[in-house]
């Protein structure tokens, strides 16, 4: 599945996702960022099943990403910014 970003007046910024130049409409979620490029898989699970954002408020903890080099924070409540690594299990 391809989500598309919707139509906006912010700029865009440039960041990097699994080692890849990707871009982002400012002030996005980072997990609006990730779909918007692409990737689906964004952790796995105990089991090894693919896992993705599901409440998108900072409830469920599906969202988890390695930012920064910081592993296991909740995408959909951080920003995306310029420069960012973002990197996903998927
Ligand atoms: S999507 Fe549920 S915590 Fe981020």
Do not use: W
């Not at 960022?33 to 599906?62: K, Q």
């Amino acid at each position: 599945m391809k989500i598309r970003s919707a139509p906006s007046s912010q700029p865009d910024i440039a960041f990097t996702l699994n080692g890849r130049p990707a871009t982002s409409s400012a002030g996005c979620s980072v997990a609006v960022a990730v779909l918007a490029n692409g990737a689906t898989g964004f952790r796995r699970s105990v089991s090894g099943e693919l896992r993705a954002p599901l409440c998108a408020m900072g409830i469920c903890y599906e969202c988890r990403l390695t930012i920064n080099g910081q592993p296991h924070q909740k995408s959909c409540q951080v920003v995306i910014g310029s420069g960012m690594v973002v990197q996903t299990d998927g």
